[in-house]
């Protein structure tokens, strides 16, 4: 039997050594392996015109056909497009030697073939000429040092979560780029490359470029900051991208209505009345539904109509009034109209449509109690002789006590639904809203307050005041601003938020601009209407928001990494301000006198 040999204590020490290498070795192994697949997709699917990246599919782009002439700014649309996408631009400069020799060849082509035409007799190509005079140019350019030359890709990636909706974006990018005879393909059976093309190694595998002059070129600089200012309109403030003035008309853009979306103590209430004293001054009257008693200093230094609503003041708005009009289409159907929306005001004062633990909808009328509320509101407009008859619109309307009385004497569900309607007539919230219409609004700015009425009676008030309004508006058209501050308790129930989005959608044809404020933003964009409110509203100002309210509004509104930082910790009245397809980082900014008259800072300076 063979004797093992014995190890010196070196040995042993060199072994030991060498096992805890290669142990050491092997667990940098693992973790490089367990650090590379979490950094990495789980697949990679190339097909010959997509990709599959883990669980989302991409398509890669790009550009082979410009137009004889680029305008500054020309690649804007696609950068600012709401739609996830990533582009890469490759420049390469060539040597303005080997740039004349090729142009000076190209010249001699185009001169022999201008002259071979010209010798058979063929009519002149104004193509052929505008190529020559074209290239003489770039070469004295050239020549001189004030031009240089370049090769330019253009590569886009779209990302989507279906092939269906990647199909969507391709179309929309398309259809952006035919506007400027800016021509793209899909790189076929180059999806690979392309997506490579794209990533941040900045490997041009694609090389499919275009010649360029420095001129040319400029116009593609991605950064170039949005314009707004305009020949009319009023300052909203100054653009932070280049200290140029915001100048605007929200009149001019497919509706005016805007958002604005702000923290407390943010700013939004003096942006909102500084825009308001600022569009007086151009001929607008404007309408404010104030919440907080924040209004009524600028309503009193411009000699506006004041409206205080409690139930101990005397004003009194009838919700059974319907709108003088002139256009014969909205004559015709105005009690209908007011009909629908006393159905929504009803349901809102018997306790609003609520939301059970399951997220159904649970309604304040049964179909039932629903069919008799609209046979006892149609008799009691006809007991005080008006029916759909235009001519008849001009009598005296009724009244909820009108209508509680009808209730009271009609068969079925209507005395149950006239004993849930009496603190409205005889009951604590008697007065208000149960008599004739007292309010007189022939002002350039009326202000209707609403901070003494109670908690429960304030969406009413609120759904009562905006019919009154829009009763006025469909009246006479004239360039209107009409103001709701925190128009989150509207968005609570689901009959006043839909009359809301019904203005929102429908002020355009009025020539009324909607401004909705809130700053309880997850409660506003969590409603469906909210969020079709947003989508309806052509002007958005986003100031500083809590943490909570930045990921939603970023999902919103497609905001960058570097955007969401800023939008939770702007100063006060900074913020990014939203028109049409533009939007800039703006701070808002007044005089000393405006600042005076808006500001609810008591260490501010007054001035009157």
């Not at 700014?73 to 303005?96: A, L």
Request: charged fraction near 20%; hydrophobic fraction near 40%; proline fraction near 3%.
């Amino acid at each position: 039997m063979a004797k093992k040999k014995k190890l010196t204590a070196a040995e042993i020490a060199a072994q030991n050594e060498a096992m805890e290498a290669a142990q050491i070795q092997q667990a940098f192994e693992q973790g490089t392996n367990t650090l590379r697949d979490l950094i990495s997709p789980s697949a990679i699917e190339i097909h010959s015109d997509y990709f599959r990246l883990g669980n989302k599919y991409g398509r890669t782009l790009y550009v082979y056909g410009y137009p004889r002439s680029l305008y500054t700014g020309w690649i804007s649309p696609i950068i600012n497009i709401d739609e996830v996408i990533d582009v890469s631009m490759y420049i390469y400069p060539v040597e303005s030697a080997v740039v004349m020799k090729n142009l000076r060849t190209k010249v001699t082509q185009l001169e022999a073939s201008m002259n071979i035409n010209a010798e058979k007799g063929r009519v002149r190509d104004p193509e052929l000429e505008a190529a020559i005079n074209d290239a003489e140019e770039l070469r004295d350019q050239l020549q001189v040092g004030a031009e240089k030359f370049f090769r330019f890709g253009l590569y886009i990636t779209l990302w989507a979560d279906s092939l269906d909706e990647l199909k969507f974006v391709q179309q929309k990018i398309e259809t952006i780029f035919g506007q400027q005879m800016i021509f793209s393909k899909v790189a076929n059976s180059q999806q690979e490359q392309g997506m490579n093309s794209i990533m941040p190694q900045c490997t041009d595998q694609l090389q499919i470029r275009r010649n360029m002059n420095t001129g040319a070129i400029s116009t593609s600089f991605p950064f170039t900051s949005a314009d707004l200012t305009q020949d009319k309109g009023i300052l909203y403030g100054i653009n932070m991208h280049n200290n140029g003035l915001v100048i605007f008309d929200r009149f001019s853009l497919e509706n005016a209505n805007m958002v604005v979306f702000a923290k407390s103590g943010a700013g939004k209430s003096f942006t909102v009345k500084l825009e308001a004293l600022r569009s007086m001054m151009v001929g607008s009257e404007i309408l404010i539904i104030d919440p907080e008693n924040e209004y009524q200093k600028l309503c009193d230094a411009v000699g506006g109509s004041y409206i205080r609503l409690s139930l101990n003041s005397d004003v009194r708005i009838n919700p059974f009034d319907l709108p003088k009009v002139v256009d014969s289409e909205d004559a015709n159907d105005a009690l209908r109209a007011n009909l629908v929306t006393l159905h929504g005001l009803f349901r809102l004062m018997l306790g609003g449509n609520q939301m059970s633990a399951s997220g159904q909808v649970v309604p304040a009328l049964t179909a039932n109690e629903e069919a008799d509320l609209d046979q006892a509101l149609i008799d009691t407009y006809a007991r005080a002789g008006i029916t759909s008859d235009p001519l008849t619109h001009q009598s005296t309307p009724p009244t909820i006590m009108n209508l509680y009385d009808t209730l009271l004497h009609m068969e079925g569900s209507g005395p149950q639904l006239a004993q849930r309607l009496r603190k409205y007539t005889t009951g604590t919230f008697a007065g208000i809203f149960s008599q004739q219409s007292n309010v007189d609004i022939n002002n350039q700015m009326v202000v209707f307050n609403i901070r003494d009425l109670e908690d429960e009676l304030r969406p009413v008030a609120m759904y009562i005041v905006l019919s009154h309004i829009w009763n006025i508006v469909r009246a006479e058209q004239k360039k209107r601003l009409l103001i709701v501050d925190e128009a989150w308790q509207l968005m609570k129930y689901e009959d006043s938020s839909n009359f809301l989005f019904s203005l929102a959608k429908r002020a355009r044809k009025y020539y009324l601009g909607l401004t909705t404020i809130t700053q309880d933003v997850e409660d506003f964009m969590g409603s469906k209407m909210g969020r079709a409110i947003v989508a309806n509203s052509s002007m958005q100002l986003l100031l500083k928001q809590s943490a909570s309210a930045v990921d939603v509004l970023s999902d919103v509104f497609k905001l960058t990494e570097e955007e969401k930082r800023r939008l939770s910790n702007f100063p006060v009245g900074q913020g990014l301000f939203f028109a049409g397809q533009n939007h800039v980082h703006i701070q808002i900014i007044a005089s000393e006198t405006e600042e005076g008259l808006i500001t609810t800072n008591p260490n501010a300076k007054r001035t009157v």
